[in-house]
T-cell receptor
Framework: GAVVSQHPSRVICKSGTSVKIECRSL??????MFWYRQFPKKSLMLMAT?????????EQGVEKDKFLINHASLTLSTLTVTSAHPEDSSFYIC?????????????FGPGTRLLVL | SQQGEEDPQALSIQEGENATMNCSYK?????LQWYRQNSGRGLVHLIL?????REKHSGRLRVTLDTSKKSSSLLITASRAADTASYFC?????????????FGSGTQLTVLP
């Protein structure tokens, strides 16, 4: 099956610093990647849709200047949490849609746990 | 926004019993998918059922879809302790941006050995 990786898997940072999370599709080219946020014992909330070569589409209530998304290649999307604060602590998960065919299944990365002190 | 509601929120059963989880949604869909998440991990795709399908099987999993009631159920038969996880339904809308999944609130399943 398709593989999506995320790096790092876990990060602890000080308040005010920026953190970059990478999402890679390892064995297919993903024109579209999605970024989700998940709080403990809660569901996934879609943050933004990342399209290769164009600006990301953010969901209502998600600050685009706070959560910078770059999809520079067909296998890599990055999420940068700028000037992180403790309330940004969360589990961030990316997924990638495989192009062609029905493209119905999304492949999820293992997630990145961010803790902002 | 979350359109899927799942019940129960938590379910605890003995190994060998069957587990049934339900999901309701609000808008029209192309398909509905079920995912599994172990604690602190990513999501694993379990099964996809299209809007024109009513039932689908995969191993010990059985999924039903009732588009008139906008609901789906996931049945896990002969449960095992390793089935302990959170289970989420996700809907793929029939309009709007392609493949933007909307997740339900999830059911935490605990299978006791």
């Amino acid at each position: 099956g398709a593989v999506v990786s995320q790096h790092p898997s876990r990060v602890i940072c000080k308040s005010g610093t920026s953190v970059k999370i990478e999402c890679r599709s390892l064995d297919f080219q993903a024109t579209t990647m999605f970024w989700y946020r998940q709080f403990p014992k809660k569901s996934l909330m879609l943050m933004a849709t990342s399209n290769e070569g164009s600006k990301a589409t953010y969901e209502q209530g998600v600050e685009k200047d706070k959560f910078l998304i770059n999809h520079a290649s067909l296998t890599l999307s990055t999420l940068t949490v700028t000037s992180a604060h403790p309330e940004d602590s969360s589990f961030y998960i990316c997924s990638a849609s495989r192009p062609g065919g029905a493209g119905e299944t999304q492949y999820f990365g293992p997630g990145t746990r961010l803790l902002v002190l | 926004s979350q359109q899927g509601e799942e019940d129960p929120q938590a379910l605890s059963i003995q190994e060998g019993e069957n587990a049934t989880m339900n999901c309701s949604y609000k808008t029209s869909i192309n398909n509905l998918q079920w995912y599994r998440q172990n604690s602190g991990r990513g999501l694993v795709h379990l099964i996809l059922i299209r809007s024109n399908e009513r039932e689908k099987h995969s191993g010990r999993l059985r999924v039903t879809l009732d588009t008139s009631k906008k609901s789906s159920s996931l049945l896990i038969t002969a449960s095992r302790a390793a089935d302990t996880a959170s289970y989420f339904c996700a809907t793929d809308p029939s309009s709007g941006s392609a493949r933007q999944l909307t997740f339900g609130s999830g059911t935490q399943l605990t299978v006791l050995p």
